[in-house]
């Protein structure tokens, strides 16, 4: 959501969207994987008029009430890399290479979905040789804080996983 923030009722801008998606794998060689996710994109701008006093949460919660104009199609693509050796795996990707943006009809700034790039390693015990641990773990980052609607976002998580039932179910 955008808009002034001294507590007086005005616009509240936001993006609603809809994708499809057709996801490519290729393995470069032994233990190096690469995959891009083409995506067809269809959203619009749309507003409603609210006290921007509330907490971002309540904003959003708004959108179900907007309206907007036309929608707009876009296309983009996400691209991945993944590197696979014994018990460890580094990899990345990033989403949203075009960083399309949708304009607003109703002659307001238009959204932008943002780039984001991330970046993570994995330890997994149970692919180690002689190893009875069957607990991965991860860790990743954002590589750069990108635009949210409720303001600038890096995100960092790490933590344990073990899949149970033959691995179809994962308990983080």
Same mark, same amino acid.
């Given at each position: 959501?955008?808009?002034?923030? @001294?507590?007086?009722?005005?616009?509240?801008?936001? /993006?609603?969207?809809?994708?499809?998606?057709?996801?490519?794998?290729?393995?470069?060689?032994?233990?190096?994987?690469?995959?891009?996710?083409?995506?067809? /994109?269809?959203?619009?701008?749309?507003?409603?008029?609210?006290?921007?006093? /509330?907490?971002?949460?309540?904003? /959003?919660?708004?959108?179900?009430?907007?309206?907007? !104009?036309?929608?707009? +199609?876009?296309?983009?693509?996400? &691209?991945?890399?993944?590197? %696979? =050796?014994?018990? #460890?795996?580094?990899?990345?990707?990033?989403?949203?290479?075009?960083?399309?943006?949708?304009?607003?009809?109703?002659?307001?700034?238009?959204?932008?979905?943002?780039?984001? *790039?991330? %970046? +993570? &390693? *994995?330890? @997994?015990? =149970?692919?180690?040789?002689?190893?009875? =641990?069957? #607990?991965?773990?991860?860790? @990743?980052? @954002?590589?750069?804080?990108?635009?949210? +609607?409720?303001? !600038?976002?890096?995100?960092?998580?790490? !933590?344990?996983?073990? +899949?149970?039932?033959?691995?179809?179910? !994962? &308990?983080?």
């Amino acid at each position: 959501p955008a808009g002034r923030e @001294d507590g007086r009722v005005g616009v509240v801008q936001s /993006l609603r969207l809809h994708d499809f998606g057709v996801t490519f794998l290729h393995s470069l060689f032994t233990g190096v994987h690469v995959g891009t996710t083409l995506k067809f /994109l269809r959203g619009r701008v749309e507003h409603t008029t609210s006290d921007l006093g /509330l907490a971002p949460e309540a904003l /959003l919660d708004l959108g179900d009430d907007a309206s907007g !104009g036309r929608s707009q +199609g876009q296309f983009d693509g996400d &691209v991945g890399v993944v590197a %696979v =050796a014994e018990s #460890w795996s580094v990899g990345g990707v990033v989403r949203n290479l075009r960083a399309p943006e949708f304009p607003d009809n109703a002659g307001g700034e238009g959204i932008r979905l943002p780039r984001q *790039a991330r %970046v +993570g &390693v *994995a330890f @997994d015990g =149970a692919a180690r040789r002689g190893s009875n =641990a069957a #607990w991965t773990v991860s860790a @990743d980052v @954002d590589v750069a804080t990108y635009a949210t +609607g409720t303001g !600038g976002r890096r995100v960092f998580a790490a !933590g344990p996983e073990r +899949g149970v039932f033959g691995k179809r179910i !994962g &308990v983080r």
